[in-house]
């Protein structure tokens, strides 16, 4: 039986979530009420959930679920997603074994989903007030947002 990972964040816009799931290569599926964790036995768990984003697992459905709780909304998913390739056991790599990947696409503790939740939700606001806006990656991954006037 799998577990649920929570985490609380400050989600608020949808269409940022989807600008993420794009540059991820992942499926957002609005309005989708359950999501669906690590099978147990051949039917996957569900979850409920306010939206849900699709993610590729091989032959298994797995899900990481949006929940809307007031203005806001937090993720929900089975504590897999929560981990990163250097979790778990030594020398097992279970990115690969479940995604077929070596990283999770959605990062350690969410942490590449959320900073692209971030990334486009800045860029958003920024360009609505007009400002043209550029993007820098750095060596370790972090992302700079750069606005500039018009």
Known sequence: MSHIATIQTQITDLEAVKR?????GLVFKENQTTCA????????QLHPCTHAVEL??????MELGLVKTGNTYSLVGDDLLHMSEKDGQV?????????????NPLGQKF???LQLYGVHKATMEAQRKGYLVTRKV????SIQIVATGM
């Open 91 to 103: 020398g097992v790599n279970w990115c690969k074994d479940i995604f077929g990947r070596e990283t």
């Open 138 to 141: 750095g060596a370790n991954n």
């Open 56 to 61: 590729p697992v091989g032959d298994f459905r």
């Open 20 to 24: 993420a799931c794009k540059e991820l």
């Open 111 to 113: 942490g590449k989903f």
């Open 37 to 44: 964790f690590w099978p147990s036995g051949n039917q996957p």
